[in-house]
């Protein structure tokens, strides 16, 4: 039934990953039904939902986001085969949430002052314009790794701004939830963009960012990611999510207001923002303890 249900997401629009979550959580999900229940069952109760739950808090110990995001896709398969006529009643998202949960400051991972630095130090000694754009995009734009591999040449506005509304900027086509937005550049990363177009090797593909076999995946960007962390001897390797964390987060910092950070970052709402960003991390607080005179 997986596969029927995927099908019902395409014509709904959704994306291949949004469809490949889904996908792997209901699995998931059914690979625990049929070990606790000794047999195969087709049908998903309200009662399966609130023990996979609790299964997932108390055994598997995970956050109550990723519970609460699986239990959302198994819900949506079932209320799938419930419109087949395969479950004989709905079940009720807002009744299997997990909800009473503490809730401890989240604290966004992102990259130190001193270690991107010594990252993009790393990366302009090897002179790779390609590499030198993966940087400049990541960090001066925030976008996700499957929006940057999937830039094409096409989507480039690059201009010198001589007018007042004359900015450069990148479309992204199809983000997170199918949604397309543009992206302003600044100018080290126009300047990046041209250097590497100039060099850029010939390709039946129109997409911006070209490796010896065609154009890069989201693996490829990891990887080379990885090279240059470990050359840099980072603590930590930098990751595209990494990146964009810090984008989002120095920009709000820097007193950028949160919408502007959503509309740029993509996403889904300026809450998000407030939750993971507009927040006090560990130092912030220590920092704010210290100065404190009673």
């Known amino acids: 039934m997986i596969e ?3 099908e019902e997401l395409r014509k709904e629009g ?30 998903i109760t309200e009662t399966d939902v609130r023990e996979y739950r609790q299964y997932m808090n108390l055994q598997k110990k995970l956050k109550a986001t990723s519970i609460n995001r699986k239990l959302k896709s198994v819900v949506l398969f079932q209320r799938y085969l419930f419109k087949l006529g395969i479950c004989k009643e709905e079940v009720q998202l807002q009744k299997v949430l997990l909800k009473h949960t503490i809730h401890l400051d989240h604290e966004v991972k992102v990259v ?47 201009t010198e701004r001589n007018g007042k509304n004359n900015y450069s900027h990148v479309l992204i086509r199809n983000g997170k939830g199918s949604k397309s937005r543009k992206v302003n550049l600044n100018a ?87 939750r993971f960003y507009v927040s006090s991390n560990a130092e912030d607080k220590q920092r704010a303890v210290d100065g404190l005179q009673i």
């Open 14 to 43: 959704k994306s291949h990953l949004t469809i490949e979550a889904y996908r792997t959580d209901i699995s998931q999900f059914q690979e625990w039904l049929s070990g606790t229940l000794g047999y195969v069952s087709e049908t």
């Open 188 to 274: 080290q990363t126009v300047s990046s963009i041209k250097d590497y177009l100039v060099i850029r090797p010939t390709s039946e593909s129109n997409r911006l960012l070209i490796g010896q076999r065609g154009p890069l995946t989201r693996l490829a960007i990891n990887k080379i990611l990885d090279k240059y962390s470990k050359k840099a001897q980072l603590e930590d390797k930098v990751n595209p999510h990494a990146a964009r964390h810090t984008f989002c987060s120095t920009l709000i910092k820097s007193g950028v207001d949160p919408k502007t950070v959503c509309l740029l970052s993509g996403h889904s709402s300026v809450d998000v923002v407030y």
């Open 112 to 158: 130190e002052k001193q270690e991107l630095y010594r990252f993009k130090r790393t990366i302009e000694a090897e002179n790779n314009k390609r590499d030198i754009v993966i940087y400049y995009l990541l960090f001066g734009t925030g976008i996700r790794c499957s929006e940057l591999v999937a830039i094409e040449l096409d989507d480039f506005y690059l």
């Open 4 to 6: 029927q249900f995927e």
